[in-house]
């Protein structure tokens, strides 16, 4: 139990156009979900939390307006990189909260080249 | 500032042998959740142990088991019977137990296991 799911797993794109990131929660509703951006050997530094119906809550420095995320239902968050540019070349992954626990079970990750 | 400190950039163990991964952390919080993860080359995130900061009993999990210091605000992982599968990076975090809260993740332990 407790699967999470990311699409795509690769993306390409060119420098200017947008990339949707797809972020599912399998077998479980999920209230909660953050994203992260992981650089390689480093460790995780966290974009925004998405909560269900409500608008994303962004971390400072991350920009709201480029990084667009979408939490339409209680199983898929959307991450969409818009107008992007290489130094937006990165590992994104998301994780997702059941409900109201302590603990966030992570999708696969997707790692965007943008050229 | 909330913040997990790994002071072991990188490790290494013979196989069949216990080596031990340290982490301290510095919240005002009295009551949150611990965690390892455990990042394979795969870069799949996989949750290797929890502990529940108000139980003093140290949590085990087969071969993996913590050193929980409450007053040192210290969370050490011990693997035992190390493994070439245990090679990873391995990560710190810590979630106060306040629901909405942040994950806040160390900077990585990489670990080697040599043959």
């Known amino acids: 139990g407790a699967v999470v799911s990311q699409h795509p797993s690769w993306v390409i794109c060119k420098s200017g156009t947008s990339v949707k990131i797809e972020c599912r929660s399998l077998d479980f509703q999920a209230t909660t979900m953050f994203w992260y951006r992981q650089f390689p050997k480093q460790s995780l530094m966290l974009m925004a939390t998405s909560n269900e119906g409500s608008k994303a809550t962004y971390e400072q420095g991350v920009e709201k307006d480029k990084f667009l995320i979408n939490h339409a239902s209680l199983t898929l968050s959307t991450l969409t990189v818009t107008s992007a540019h290489p130094e937006d070349s990165s590992f994104y992954i998301c994780?997702?909260?059941?409900?109201?626990?302590?603990?966030?079970?992570f999708g696969p990750g997707t790692r965007l080249t943008v050229t | 500032a909330q913040t997990v400190t790994q002071s072991q950039p990188e490790m290494s163990v013979q196989e069949a042998e216990t080596v031990t991964l340290s982490c301290t952390y510095d919240t005002s919080e009295s009551d949150y959740y611990l965690f390892w993860y455990k990042q394979p080359p795969s870069r799949q995130m996989i949750l290797v142990i929890r502990?529940?900061?108000?139980?003093?009993q140290n949590a085990t999990e087969n071969r993996f088991s913590v050193n929980f210091q409450k007053a040192a605000k210290s969370f050490s992982l011990k693997i035992s019977d190390s493994q070439l599968g245990d090679a990873a990076m391995y990560f710190c975090?810590?979630?106060?137990?306040?629901?909405?809260?942040?994950?806040?993740f160390g900077p990585g332990t990489r670990l080697s296991v040599l043959p």
């Open positions: 502990q529940e900061a108000y139980k003093q």
């Open positions: 994780s997702a909260l059941p409900g109201q626990t302590y603990e966030q079970y």
């Open positions: 975090a810590y979630r106060i137990l306040n629901y909405g809260q942040n994950f806040v």
